[in-house]
């Protein structure tokens, strides 16, 4: 299984050009989170799903988009990128919350993205 | 200011030692998380302590929850230099549905 992908891994944009970053998962995790990354800022929630078709805000969601149209599948559109942007993306994907597994998230390797 | 506060932001030991890290939050809690990130990579889950536990162990690791301080502690034994990352907590705030808050993390060097 290869667990949680991202893709691109790195991407330079110039301010006001738009992108999509992709995460996919193949462990079937119900949920799905896109986080940010900033030195001595920890991590950020910008945005999570609970399930497909469903998303909800995080901490930090302004200039972001997302959409869950397959289960499997989590997208975070910049629609129009700036340098406050600049950061690590990382996608989490997680079981529900009953159970065992009580939210235990696995991460993606990440997205590094400048915004000139 | 965040709901997971680390203590310290950066740790140097030698091979062999124990390393400790503190972690404190705010508001209650369901249950608290540690996680181990490699420079460059994700995170990747170490434990999980549960609101109504006070210790837990796996492996070399030692995770104590005080709720009446509102404070978590991370214990690695006989570190390696392998240990070498940054540690983060997170806290899976009571009421929230799996959203975790995360704290600043503190970076560990191990050095042979």
């Known amino acids: 299984n290869a667990g949680v992908t991202q893709t691109p891994k790195f991407r330079v944009l110039k301010t006001g050009q738009s992108m999509t970053l992709l995460c996919a998962q193949d462990?079937?995790?119900?949920?799905m989170y896109w986080y940010r990354q900033d030195p001595g800022m920890g991590l950020r929630l910008i945005h999570y799903s609970v399930g497909e078709g469903t998303t909800a805000k995080g901490e930090v969601p302004d200039g972001y988009n997302v959409s869950r149209l397959k289960k499997q599948n989590f997208l975070l559109g910049l629609e129009s990128a700036a340098p406050s942007q600049t950061s690590v993306y990382f996608c989490?994907?997680?079981?529900?919350?009953?159970?065992?597994?009580?939210?235990?998230?696995?991460f993606g390797p990440g997205t590094r993205l400048t915004v000139l | 200011s965040q709901q997971g506060e680390e203590d310290p932001q950066a740790l140097s030991i030698q091979e062999g030692e124990n390393a400790t890290m503190n972690c404190s939050y705010k508001?209650?809690?369901?249950?608290l998380q540690w996680y181990r990130q490699n420079s460059g990579r994700g995170l990747v889950h170490l434990i999980l302590i549960r609101s109504n536990e006070r210790e837990k162990h796996s492996g070399r690791l030692r995770v104590t929850l005080d709720t009446s301080k509102k404070s978590s502690s991370l214990l690695i034994t006989a570190s390696r230099a392998a240990d070498t990352a940054s540690y983060f907590c997170a806290s899976r705030l009571t009421g929230t549905a799996s959203k975790l808050t995360f704290g600043t993390g503190t970076r560990l060097q191990v050095t042979l």
């Open positions: 508001t209650s809690i369901n249950n």
């Open positions: 989490a994907s997680s079981f529900g919350t009953s159970g065992f597994f009580y939210n235990e998230q696995f």
């Open positions: 462990m079937n995790h119900e949920y």
